[in-house]
């Protein structure tokens, strides 16, 4: 590349890198919290070395910036640097051996729509950085085959595990990688054994929170969620959907076209490491979409060796054209964020799940309000993990879960006991009359509407819980739907099963 090219790709990224950063604090300062970030930040509100869902990563992470304050952007700030430290990484890995394209390269990972306007706090954010460090770390022990970076990499692998069982997958390619492409004898293997020594005790630390709470992640992860899953072919064509996605049609084509290169690359370049680690785990979603949904979440881990893999096989013209799409294609995200952020809720009137997000996500000080005369005699509920958690993180107080509810947020379970709620008043909160049906654990019920912003929700006022009927009725249905446990897994301690039949 010419020297004038080379330094107005330089330019170029350092504008990216501000650019999208900008839009990112941006977004996060007028976007509400979503119910799945207020039930995190519940769980950092409520510490502890696992949860029902997944492990605790992102509740440790939200505790330290809970610490100093509870405000939406300070809490998503993780999420809004990680694109610009992982997009300036990967610049500064490859620009001396990759001047030509390692600008671009960065770029594109910078442009990639899921990086330009997301800035939700999720399990998903800590899952990333700490996968792209280890992958760094076993980068740099193929260099040389320095056992300190196999620990490194094994400690960040750890890590990662602890944001998200999704982990995994990425320390079974580290095992195909040396497999497939490494011929230097024993002391890569040797190797990962230390990567494995320093990950395993993380796998035992969450092995003992679940032995001690239910198997919660066990069942919600490998049970629970997978009921009703079977072959089919459209769980293929979601995945490659989200693939097509996530690579852009350019990209795809170029590494189709360039097949040959692709494997060359893989196993002579330095960098290869890279380049296999991103399409080892696609290869590995493969075989997974055959039977279970692949969702975009998946993905988001590998996007950073996704990048680094362009750097090595396409050339600086090749991949300035693969920029020019990704621009455009964002640029549509930003315009329509943009528009749906500016229109009155009132527009999504007549889709009515996403307009009840959208109020609810607005109007929480407006909602506790109407309830502020009733809160001295009455408990706050919902009948969704999602509700309960944006109400409870305005309230700053735990509002329960009523009802059997869904398999996804079931923390409650493990923080209310309804054996203490007998003969208490309760108010539930909902956005549709099924309310009523919950009036037969109550000796008194009454169901009022709620209009906010033109939109009606409901809340019932249930006076004289009963708990016999309720646990009879609906918690016996959770105990037999979500805590089934397998005969062979050993049980140090269950709440569920001692609050409700034990005790």
């Known amino acids: 590349m010419k020297p004038d090219l080379l330094k107005n790709s330089q330019s170029l990224f350092y504008f990216a890198l501000v650019v999208t950063l900008v839009i990112r604090l941006f977004i996060a300062s007028y976007l509400p919290l979503i119910g799945d970030e207020a039930y995190f930040i519940l769980w950092a509100q409520n510490l502890d070395y696992g949860y029902y869902d997944h492990t605790p990563m ?203 290169h692709v494997w060359l690359q893989l ?46 096989i396409l050339n600086a013209d090749q991949l300035r054209r693969c920029c020019y799409f990704i621009f455009s294609f964002s640029l549509l995200h930003v315009i329509g964020l943009a528009i749906l952020l500016s229109l009155s809720p009132g527009i999504f009137r007549h889709s009515d799940s996403f307009h009840r997000s959208v109020v609810l996500g607005f109007e929480l000080k407006e909602i506790l309000a109407q309830f502020e005369p009733y809160l001295d005699d009455y408990s706050l509920a919902t009948l969704s993990y999602s509700k309960s958690a944006l109400l409870g993180y305005a309230q700053k107080k735990n509002v329960m879960v009523v009802g059997v509810g869904s398999y996804h947020g079931r923390q409650d379970d493990i923080r209310t006991d309804f054996r203490k709620m007998h003969d208490k008043n309760i108010l539930i909160f909902s956005h549709s009359l099924a309310i009523k049906d919950y009036g037969r654990y109550f000796t008194k019920y009454e169901v009022r509407p709620l209009i906010i912003k033109g939109f009606t929700f409901y809340y019932a006022l249930g006076q004289g819980f009963d708990y016999p009927r309720y646990s009879d009725e609906v918690l016996m249905k959770v105990l037999d739907s979500y805590y089934d446990i397998p005969d062979w897994l050993p049980v140090g301690s269950c709440h569920m099963y001692e609050r409700y039949i034990f005790g």
């Open 267 to 312: 196993k002579k370049n330095e960098f290869a490491v890279f380049a296999a680690l991103f399409f080892l785990p696609i290869l590995l979603f493969l075989l997974i979409a055959t039977w279970k949904s692949i969702g975009l979440h998946w993905l988001l881990s590998f996007l950073p060796m996704l990048a680094l893999s362009m750097a090595i």
């Open 58 to 260: 992102v509740a440790w992470l939200l505790s330290a910036f809970l610490s100093v304050s509870d405000h939406p952007v300070w809490l998503r700030l993780p999420a809004i640097l990680s694109p610009t430290l992982i997009g300036w990484v990967i610049y500064r890995l490859l620009r001396n051996r990759y001047p030509d394209t390692a600008a671009y390269a960065a770029i594109f990972y910078l442009l990639i729509p899921v990086n330009v306007v997301g800035v939700l706090i999720l399990t998903d954010t800590p899952l990333v950085l700490w996968s792209f460090l280890s992958v760094l770390a076993f980068y740099k022990a193929q260099r040389g085959d320095r056992y300190i970076w196999y620990v490194l990499a094994g400690l960040f692998l750890g890590l990662a595990f602890y944001s998200k069982y999704f982990a995994a997958l990425l320390g079974f390619s580290y095992l195909f990688y040396l497999l497939l492409f490494v011929r230097r004898g024993w002391q890569p293997y040797i190797g990962l054994m230390w990567l494995l020594a320093a990950c395993l005790p993380f796998v035992i630390l969450n092995m003992v929170w679940n032995y001690y709470n239910c198997w919660d992640n066990y069942l919600f992860n490998f049970f629970n969620r997978t009921q009703g899953t079977h072959r089919s072919a459209a769980t293929l064509i979601e995945y490659f959907a989200w693939l097509l996605y996530v690579m852009t049609p350019p990209v795809i084509y170029y590494f189709v076209k360039q097949h040959r």
